[in-house]
């Protein structure tokens, strides 16, 4: 169980740190952009952490196309290479989530 709690844990921090840089680059200013973005309802991002779960692969996968197709789509290149740098961040999240997920199994079947 502690295991559980403490990946858990790393979902919900991997989720705020995330969050957090959207809002820095101006990608987003709230959480419930980010939900939306994430192709889901506005209270998304705050129900999960709630809940004491990270966002889902799922809604991150929704959101990195969204970003990225947005970024080859606009013209003016500043704003392309932000939403490009953003795209790049959800990547990120998304394999620091998989590789939590990956070390945790690993550590239950060595139980």
């Given at each position: ?76 290149p ?13 990547q ?11 070390h ?8």
């Amino acid at each position: 169980m502690r295991n559980l709690n403490a990946l858990a844990e790393a979902n919900l921090r991997i989720d705020a740190e995330l969050l957090a840089s959207l809002k820095q680059l101006g990608v987003i200013t709230t959480q419930y952009e980010l939900s939306r973005l994430c192709g889901m309802n506005s209270s998304y991002y705050s129900s999960m952490r709630t809940k004491g779960y990270g966002m889902k692969l799922g809604s991150l996968v929704f959101l990195w196309t969204c970003l990225a197709q947005r970024a080859r789509e606009v013209r003016e290149p500043r704003v392309g290479a932000v939403l490009s740098h953003a795209a790049g961040l959800v990547q990120q999240a998304m394999n620091q989530k998989c590789q939590l997920q990956e070390h945790h199994l690993r550590v239950v079947a060595g139980h």
